[in-house]
């Protein structure tokens, strides 16, 4: 489960508690470019691979762009940083509705 920060707001831990909290995820490389990912569909990417959806675990998926452009070589993110949904961020198809509900209803329990 998330966790609270000391002024008591949530704290998301892995992919799924941010969809759910809509905070849209945002990998930042070390050479400072980031991209926010809608979280609903970044969480579904993540479920249909069977990947594991804990932030310290799924930065190894990610790689910055302007790195392998630049070195050639895949440089991981250092971190993720959790940002308000917008518009501009890159969406990926989104979980069927019976499959976001199934989810959801585990999340609760």
Not at 24 to 36: D, E, F, L, N, Y
Not at 76 to 105: C, G, M, N, T
Request: charged share 30%; glycine share 6%.
């Amino acid at each position: 489960m998330g966790r609270w920060t000391a002024d008591g707001t949530r704290l998301a831990t892995n992919l799924f508690e941010a969809a759910a909290w809509h905070y849209a995820v945002k990998p930042v490389c070390r050479c400072g470019h980031s991209t926010a990912f809608n979280p609903h569909g970044l969480w579904w990417r993540f479920e249909r691979r069977g990947w594991d959806v804990r932030f310290e675990k799924a930065l190894a998926r990610f790689w910055c762009i302007r790195c392998k452009w630049r070195t050639g070589r895949r440089v991981r993110p250092v971190k993720f940083e959790l940002v308000r949904q917008s518009v501009d961020d890159i969406e990926l198809e989104y979980p069927p509705d019976h499959e976001w509900k199934r989810a959801v209803r585990r999340f609760r329990c």
